[in-house]
């Protein structure tokens, strides 16, 4: 088990943001240019698709609320809580992968259930 929080932008059905055309309602074309993690980490698709448990769910998150908002400019946040979008914290139950933005992880359990942390617009280190 990880010894450390990590927070992640989920609705209430355990989905984080990123999915085929869903994309064009929220992002900010002004905002960071952001890459997923198995290219932070020069690694092929197949590669980063085979290390994830299988039976596991699995997504990613980010070790701060600064990285938090480093990814997702306010517009973003604004845009993804009208769309029902939250932060979460958790501590995951395995840490998969690591770049220097977000964190890769899996859980036994699936990630609907996790507690909210509370409202991406009001997402502030503690």
């Not at 698709?45 to 085979?50: G, P």
């Not at 938090?68 to 939250?86: K, M, S, Y």
């Not at 992968?97 to 942390?117: H, S």
Request: proline content about 10%.
């Amino acid at each position: 088990m990880s010894e450390r929080h990590i927070f992640r932008v989920q609705d209430s059905e355990g989905r984080g943001p990123y999915r085929p055309g869903f994309s064009r309602f929220w992002t900010d074309p002004d905002g960071p240019v952001v890459r997923p993690w198995w290219d932070e980490l020069g690694i092929p698709l197949a590669e980063a698709v085979r290390s994830l448990p299988v039976g596991m769910y699995s997504g990613c998150g980010f070790r701060s609320l600064e990285l938090l908002n480093q990814w997702f400019t306010p517009i973003e946040r604004e845009r993804l809580q009208a769309h029902g979008f939250v932060v979460v914290r958790f501590k995951p139950d395995r840490i998969i992968a690591q770049t220097p933005t977000q964190v890769v992880f899996a859980q036994r359990a699936p990630l609907f259930g996790l507690p909210v942390y509370g409202p991406l617009t009001e997402a502030r280190a503690a």
